[in-house]
């Protein structure tokens, strides 16, 4: 396996070629350079080499901590970035257990480029490249949910529809990598739309027959004005976007139902949107460019200031959207409607359950929605609200993190069919298993972001913790490595509650680095400069300690040392080369 790696992990190649197209000859190769004598000779130097390229991929552009916990230093520092480097490089396709098509999808790529941003822009640069000129993205905005590095574009599902892949995965790793390198140009690199005819294009004057290329920016915002033509504005909805979700378990709920997560993350890519263009007005570099405002019947060149305002109008009535019919006090956001307009996911979910004492009771939580209100929806959202949102999260929380939602679906409840017939295949796993109340790892770590921006470092480092591989304290129970992190660990209602599965392959080691990186330690990169937001946990505070964080940011190392008085979370000073500044942003430096 180990050889395998070796030879198709050629971090100097393209990245739309994994593996020789003929493996016969691929492995006879192998068995050439490293059987025999001098084969043995051969591998031992090309592991050398190996270590050493991985030592310098790790190690030579600085992001590096200490804190209290040695345990968090050495994964962050060293086994989260290698981590981060393989899933960019195969994304979920070396993984025969849990998927194995050798393909590589378009919302795991996105956010495992986001990871990789702070260490190296430059390999992250090519990735988003690809991901524009791959044909992946269609006309309409929509996209097709991945592509084969052999055979281009997925075409195996085109009737079902992707929407939360158009809903901010690409517009956040894009704003991500600017606010790092200030390399505006990536949003006008051409994009190459797919040429497939396929049945997501309603419209046949969506389907990009004559080849049409345009912007990265032009095709960002088509995202945006699709999700606006696709939400359901019929006098018996609610005005949210339908599903598919987040959530690839939700997979019965129908095209006439509603998606409180998608509608939320659709916030939450406005807002992007419209700091990416404020900055190139701001720059100097803004131009009318194609976009389709609200009531228009078709595209135009629109100025960029009509198009901040035409963003803010759709913004603010999907939030109101939202704020009226998805928003329970006491709960926080729900799920969604099914397509008979139920709600599911809020406090009038009725459970089913094999356990009398629990059968017929109401209520029931997703993670999801919780932790993206916060995330997106702080703009719109006064201190209860936020503070309810926070508190629902903890409700939920258990030993092992907190679990996609709770109670979990009885598969083996007789009534728990109709769930199954009106929901999806997550009423059919197992209760703690897979998005049946799993803890997903990816979502703790989103939620610990949300605690962050919440202020409540204490409950965010609390879920960070407990889903660190390098931190679980009993391996019979935990059964997976400690140096890589899990898609999920099996939730309470499984017996094996605690064990980690399918390791490596996961968006949450990107989804890991951020938060310490800019949650916990509140390194956050701006298009102005770096910003400082310490919210570290209260018993690291008032004890004389000092933690660390070296940043390479825009040419220059920055070398940063927190002095851990009892108060540094709600008020401190910051001095640069020994002089003290105002405020919390660090203005760029002159390498020199």
Same mark, same amino acid.
């Given at each position: 396996?180990?050889?395998?790696?070796?030879?198709?992990?050629?971090?100097?190649?393209?990245?739309?070629?994994?593996?020789?197209?003929?493996?016969?000859?691929?492995?006879?190769?192998?068995?050439?350079?490293?059987?025999?004598?001098?084969?043995?000779?051969?591998?031992? *130097?090309?592991?050398?080499?190996?270590?050493?390229?991985?030592?310098?991929?790790?190690?030579?552009?600085?992001?590096?901590?200490?804190?209290? @916990?040695?345990?968090?230093?050495?994964?962050?520092?060293?086994?989260?970035?290698?981590?981060?480097?393989?899933?960019?490089?195969?994304?979920?396709?070396?993984?025969?257990?849990?998927?194995?098509?050798?393909?590589?999808?378009?919302?795991? *790529?996105?956010?495992?480029?986001?990871?990789?941003?702070?260490?190296?822009?430059?390999?992250?640069?090519?990735?988003?490249?690809?991901?524009?000129?791959?044909?992946?993205?269609?006309?309409?905005?929509?996209?097709?949910?991945?592509?084969?590095?052999?055979?281009?574009?997925?075409?195996?599902?085109?009737?079902?529809?992707?929407?939360?892949?158009?809903?901010?995965?690409?517009?956040?790793?894009?704003?991500?990598?600017?606010?790092?390198?200030?390399?505006?140009?990536?949003?006008?690199? *051409?994009?190459?739309?797919?040429?497939?005819?396929?049945?997501?294009?309603?419209?046949?004057?969506?389907?990009?027959?004559?080849?049409?290329?345009?912007?990265?920016?032009?095709?960002?915002?088509?995202? @945006?004005?699709?999700?606006?033509?696709?939400?359901?504005?019929?006098?018996?909805?609610?005005?949210?976007?339908?599903?598919?979700?987040?959530?690839?378990?939700?997979d019965k709920v129908g095209e006439r139902s509603e998606s409180v997560w998608i509608s939320l993350a659709y916030v939450g890519s406005i807002t992007l949107m419209r700091e990416m263009i404020e900055l190139l007005i701001r720059k100097g570099r803004a131009e009318p460019v194609i976009y389709s405002k609200q009531g228009a019947r078709k595209e135009t060149k629109v100025d960029p200031e009509e198009i901040l305002a035409d963003l803010e109008a759709k913004s603010d009535?999907?939030?109101?959207?939202?704020?009226?019919?998805?928003?329970?006090?006491?709960?926080?956001?729900?799920?969604?409607?099914?397509?008979?307009?139920?709600? $599911?996911?809020?406090?009038?979910?009725?459970?089913?359950?094999?356990?009398?004492?629990?059968?017929? *009771?109401?209520?029931?939580?997703?993670?999801?929605?919780?932790?993206?209100?916060?995330?997106?929806?702080?703009?719109?959202?006064?201190?209860?609200?936020?503070?309810?949102?926070?508190?629902?999260?903890?409700?939920?929380?258990?030993?092992?993190?907190?679990?996609?939602?709770?109670?979990?679906?009885?598969?083996?409840?007789?009534?728990?069919?109709?769930?199954?017939?009106?929901?999806?295949?997550?009423?059919? $796993?197992?209760?703690?298993?897979?998005?049946?109340?799993?803890?997903?790892?990816?979502?703790?770590?989103?939620?610990?972001?949300?605690?962050?921006?919440?202020?409540?470092?204490?409950?965010?480092?609390? @879920?960070?913790?407990?889903?660190?591989?390098?931190?679980?304290?009993?391996?019979? @129970?935990?059964?997976s490595e400690p140096f890589a992190t899990a898609e999920y660990l099996r939730g309470p209602g499984c017996e094996e509650f605690g064990r980690g599965r399918y390791t490596t392959v996961t968006g949450s080691a990107a989804w890991y680095f951020r938060v310490v990186l800019e949650g916990l330690f509140g390194v956050q990169s701006g298009y102005e400069g770096l910003e400082i937001v310490p919210n570290f946990p209260s018993n690291w505070l008032g004890h004389g300690k000092?933690?660390?964080?070296?940043?390479?940011?825009?040419?220059?190392?920055?070398?940063?040392?927190?002095?851990?008085?009892?108060?540094?979370?709600?008020?401190?000073?910051?001095?640069?080369?020994?002089?003290?500044?105002?405020?919390?942003?660090?203005?760029?430096?002159?390498?020199?």
């Open positions: 396996v180990h050889l395998c790696l070796l030879g198709s992990l050629d971090l100097k190649g393209p990245n739309n070629q994994l593996l020789p197209r003929d493996p016969a000859q691929w492995r006879q190769e192998i068995l050439t350079r490293f059987l025999g004598k001098a084969g043995l000779d051969n591998a031992c *130097k090309e592991f050398e080499a190996t270590r050493t390229k991985w030592k310098e991929l790790i190690h030579g552009t600085q992001v590096h901590i200490e804190t209290p @916990v040695p345990e968090v230093d050495a994964f962050f520092n060293t086994w989260n970035k290698y981590q981060i480097y393989i899933t960019n490089r195969v994304s979920r396709c070396i993984s025969d257990e849990h998927e194995g098509s050798g393909g590589m999808g378009f919302r795991d *790529k996105a956010q495992d480029i986001d990871g990789l941003i702070p260490f190296n822009s430059e390999r992250a640069r090519e990735y988003l490249v690809t991901m524009a000129t791959v044909g992946v993205l269609r006309r309409d905005g929509s996209c097709v949910p991945g592509w084969s590095s052999v055979r281009g574009p997925y075409d195996y599902d085109n009737e079902r529809v992707f929407r939360d892949h158009s809903s901010g995965w690409l517009q956040r790793s894009v704003s991500n990598y600017i606010k790092e390198t200030g390399d505006l140009d990536l949003l006008f690199e *051409k994009v190459v739309y797919s040429p497939k005819h396929d049945h997501v294009c309603k419209d046949p004057s969506w389907i990009n027959k004559a080849n049409e290329e345009a912007t990265l920016i032009e095709a960002l915002l088509r995202q @945006v004005t699709y999700l606006w033509r696709e939400r359901l504005t019929d006098p018996d909805k609610h005005g949210l976007i339908p599903f598919r979700d987040w959530n690839d378990a939700l009535e999907v939030a109101a959207c939202l704020l009226k019919h998805a928003w329970e006090d006491g709960h926080g956001f729900i799920q969604g409607f099914r397509e008979d307009n139920a709600r $599911f996911g809020s406090r009038e979910d009725l459970i089913h359950s094999t356990d009398p004492k629990k059968d017929g *009771k109401k209520g029931r939580k997703f993670l999801m929605p919780l932790c993206w209100g916060v995330l997106t929806m702080r703009d719109y959202l006064d201190a209860r609200k936020l503070h309810e949102l926070c508190e629902s999260m903890m409700a939920m929380d258990t030993r092992y993190g907190i679990p996609l939602l709770a109670p979990g679906y009885d598969p083996l409840a007789p009534r728990t069919k109709e769930d199954q017939d009106k929901i999806g295949r997550i009423a059919l $796993f197992q209760d703690g298993d897979k998005e049946n109340a799993a803890i997903f790892v990816h979502a703790c770590l989103m939620a610990a972001r949300a605690f962050y921006v919440a202020r409540r470092g204490d409950d965010a480092f609390n @879920v960070l913790k407990k889903i660190t591989p390098s931190l679980q304290d009993d391996p019979d @129970v935990y059964c000092t933690v660390r964080m070296k940043k390479d940011f825009r040419g220059a190392t920055y070398e940063i040392e927190y002095h851990l008085g009892r108060k540094i979370n709600e008020s401190y000073s910051i001095t640069v080369n020994g002089r003290p500044i105002e405020g919390n942003r660090l203005i760029l430096l002159d390498p020199s």
